[in-house]
């Protein structure tokens, strides 16, 4: 540290003087230095930044690196790909639209016709199951569509479906206005082996047989005239042959004689033709 003096007071100017190195022989090393340069330019426009690409790097003057900030999920190779559409906030939707309790035969008819045009819109949906407000779609094991960007076939898939019910709902009922846009969520599940597909839509399908089955117990009491409390108590904790008891004890109603589309929902898939290699148009077992 040098301390310079000047005239009566003393002023100090420090300055701070970094050691010279020296190498063995005592000799200073000597280091190159890069010229700092302070100058005035304008920043506004490319010009500066174009002739100074070293300063921010090179890729990032450009826009082209905005793309590794996307965070895309692609799905697992050689998997299974199962989308499931849900309606949301259904309760609400078919009591505005005064749906039949239980069941809406023609909404559900509805259901399965969009669901149609979703395998002809995706001709790599192999299969599709639904029941109530919701449809899984079973992707063929090494689709590419999208390459398999996860965000692009959720986005895609619930945008197809909301459009494809709006669109078919003057068909399906004629004298009902559509008070209230419908929407969709979708859920996507990947699974390696055939066989873990089959055991999600056996899944499904108990899930439509209890709920539909609880349902259809629970209206039968309230049109009955049980409160819909006293209904909820009623069936609270029973068994599925409880309830199939309660509705041949109470009502005479045999439940397995109640339609198919009800108790095991809908199946849509694509037949073989005879000659067994091209696809035929899609075939639903429950109703359109
Ligand atoms: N009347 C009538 N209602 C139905 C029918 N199918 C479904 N629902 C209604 O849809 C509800 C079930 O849908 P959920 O998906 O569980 O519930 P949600 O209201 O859509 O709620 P979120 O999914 O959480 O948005 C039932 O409680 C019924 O109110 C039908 O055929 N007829
Ligand atoms: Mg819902």
Same mark, same amino acid.
């Given at each position: 540290m040098n301390r310079l003096c000047f005239g009566k007071d003393p002023l100090f100017i420090e300055i701070?003087?970094?050691?010279?190195?020296?190498?063995?022989?005592?000799?200073?090393?000597?280091? /190159?230095?890069?010229? &700092?340069?302070?100058?005035? #330019? *304008?920043?506004?426009?490319?010009?500066?930044?174009?002739?100074?690409?070293?300063?921010?790097?090179?890729?990032?003057?450009?826009?082209?690196?905005?793309?590794?900030?996307?965070?895309?999920?692609?799905?697992?190779?050689?998997?299974? /790909?199962?989308?499931? &559409?849900?309606?949301?906030? #259904? *309760?609400?939707f078919s009591l505005i639209h005064s749906f039949d309790k239980p069941n809406d035969e023609t909404a559900l008819r509805l259901m399965n016709a969009c669901a149609s045009l979703m395998m002809e819109q995706f001709p790599d949906i192999i299969f599709g199951y639904g029941f109530d407000n919701e449809y899984s779609f079973v992707f063929q094991e090494k689709t590419e569509l999208y390459q398999r960007d996860e965000r692009l076939i959720i986005s895609s898939c619930s945008s197809c479906f909301t459009s494809f019910y709006m669109m078919k709902w003057k068909e399906y009922f004629p004298s009902k206005e559509l008070v209230q846009p419908p929407h969709f969520q979708v859920e996507v599940s990947c699974y390696p082996e055939p066989r873990i597909v089959c055991d999600y839509l056996s899944r499904r399908q108990s899930e439509c047989h209890n709920r539909n089955q609880y349902t259809t117990c629970f209206w039968m009491l309230v049109k009955s005239g049980e409160g819909e409390n006293k209904a909820?108590?009623?069936?609270?904790?029973?068994?599925?042959?409880?309830?199939?008891?309660?509705?041949?004890?109470?009502?005479q109603m045999n439940y397995n004689n109640e339609p198919a589309m009800f108790r095991k929902g809908s199946c849509a898939y694509r037949q073989k033709s005879a000659n067994g290699c091209r696809w035929k148009p899609v075939k639903m077992s429950g109703g359109m």
């Open positions: 701070s003087l970094s050691e010279v190195k020296t190498d063995d022989c005592g000799n200073p090393i000597k280091r /190159t230095r890069e010229a &700092i340069t302070v100058s005035n #330019f *304008d920043l506004i426009g490319p010009e500066f930044w174009e002739n100074h690409q070293y300063i921010l790097g090179e890729e990032k003057y450009g826009y082209e690196y905005v793309k590794k900030f996307d965070n895309i999920h692609r799905l697992p190779y050689s998997n299974w /790909t199962i989308v499931r &559409i849900s309606a949301c906030q #259904f *309760d609400q909820k108590e009623i069936l609270k904790d029973t068994l599925p042959k409880d309830k199939n008891e309660l509705l041949f004890q109470r009502f």
